[in-house]
């Protein structure tokens, strides 16, 4: 049915397909009731663990209640909701749009960057990703997820300050300086804003340069432009050392773009910005007919409340922290893996052929990929060659979960 009925485009995560029916916080289970240890976490979307039952109590009582009305509407939902979320934002960022995906809040944002600023320039990096809407796919800085169609006016992209591939390794200053370059040579010297992910997801879990932030932020607003902090997968505590990724590397952008686990799941995301920047929307009518839908703003809210009484931004620092210590670790046994990398469960593990040469394991990958998942663990993977797995479960994990993790990699790894 699925060959028949739907979009071609539809890829299979494996090789031999896994039908998932049943979910419940870390775990997955078939339709022939297998159980799976989650890795991936619906693409870093189930933050607080399938199936939650605080989030579920929180979304049957709303659907009971009213399933849709619209922001036209007084709703009380909505608008506590953009309080509760704001309130968790340094700084002047304390209004808040809701839409329904992360490329629909990425193209907002470019949107809103271009109107406040009255320049039209952007700035992004080679190695992102932030969505796949015709505006968004201008950004993306991999060409396997680009359709040969006219795409990214006014977009540019600069080097991608990786650790591990990068020419300059971890210093983020230097790969900064090529930037500073883009402006005075790709642009009219003055640009609408910098997009970024503070550690880039689909490009296979890889962290920013350190240092290299503060740097480009100044740049921009020098340049007459504001900074967009992607933190669609890095948000909600999920690097464990900060509940937003940027402030890892002590900034505050000006817009920032939120999706995937805000909603443990259902089709929720948002924009959080100045009031300043904000008002530029008003100039014209603007609207969104599922943005703020109130059984989805439930949820949000049901997400905060559980992050904070659980513990979950702890919970990652701690359970990440053994996570990448084993996992380098495995390292030390298998030359195969190049990189471990990441913060908290936010982690990703490069495989090559050769350390030195660093040439992509492709092969291995997949191989030890579908391995993973007969042995119970479903695994992510990424990057532009496709041989890094990104490590990024629901925000419940506890250390049990990361050994059995670590020893099916051994063993898989072993077994190439």
Not at 59 to 74: G, K, M, N, P, S
Not at 170 to 195: C, E, H, M, W
Not at 217 to 243: H, L, N, P, W
């Amino acid at each position: 049915m699925r060959k028949q009925y739907l979009s071609p485009a539809l890829f299979h995560h494996f090789k031999d397909p896994v039908m998932i029916v049943d979910g419940s916080m870390q775990y997955l289970f078939d339709e022939k009731g297998r159980r799976y240890l989650d890795a991936f976490a619906g693409i870093v979307t189930v933050s607080v663990g399938h199936c939650h039952p605080e989030v579920n109590r929180a979304v049957i009582e709303q659907t009971q209640r009213l399933q849709h009305t619209t922001t036209i509407y007084l709703h009380n939902q909505v608008a506590e909701y953009a309080k509760e979320l704001t309130d968790r934002m340094p700084g002047n960022l304390k209004v808040a749009y809701f839409v329904n995906s992360g490329s629909e809040a990425n193209d907002m944002a470019m949107m809103m960057a271009r109107l406040y600023t009255h320049n039209h320039d952007i700035i992004t990096l080679r190695n992102a990703y932030h969505g796949l809407s015709e505006a968004t796919m201008g950004l993306l800085g991999q060409h396997t997820w680009k359709c040969a169609v006219p795409q990214g006016a006014g977009v540019h992209h600069a080097l991608n300050p990786n650790p591990y591939r990068g020419a300059w390794g971890n210093d983020g200053r230097r790969y900064a300086a090529d930037v500073a370059d883009l402006i005075q040579s790709a642009t009219p010297g003055k640009v609408a804003a910098f997009i970024h992910e503070t550690i880039q997801g689909v490009g296979g879990a890889v962290p920013l340069a350190d240092g290299y932030l503060p740097a480009v932020y100044k740049m921009v607003r020098e340049a007459g432009g504001v900074c967009i902090a992607d933190e669609v997968q890095t948000g909600f505590g999920r690097t464990g050392s900060a509940y937003w990724g940027f402030e890892n590397q002590g900034v505050v952008p000006d817009i920032v773009t939120l999706a995937k686990g805000i909603g443990n799941g259902l089709p929720l995301a948002a924009v959080v910005t100045t009031p300043e920047i904000a008002a530029v929307l008003a100039a014209r009518l603007h609207f969104n007919t599922y943005g703020g839908n109130p059984v989805s703003c439930a949820a949000g809210r049901a997400v905060l409340r559980v992050i904070d009484q659980e513990g979950l931004q702890a919970n990652c620092a701690a359970v990440g922290g053994h996570l990448v210590e084993e996992l380098r670790r495995l390292q030390g046994k298998h030359d195969i893996i190049g990189d471990v990398r990441g913060r908290g469960l936010m982690v990703g593990i490069e495989l090559v052929k050769d350390r030195t040469s660093k040439e992509p394991a492709v092969a291995e990958v997949a191989q030890v990929f579908e391995r993973c998942k007969d042995l119970g663990v479903l695994l992510g993977k990424g990057g532009l060659h496709g041989n890094a797995f990104r490590i990024k479960p629901p925000m419940c994990w506890t250390t049990a979960d990361v050994d059995f993790l670590v020893a099916v990699l051994d063993q898989a790894l072993s077994e190439l």
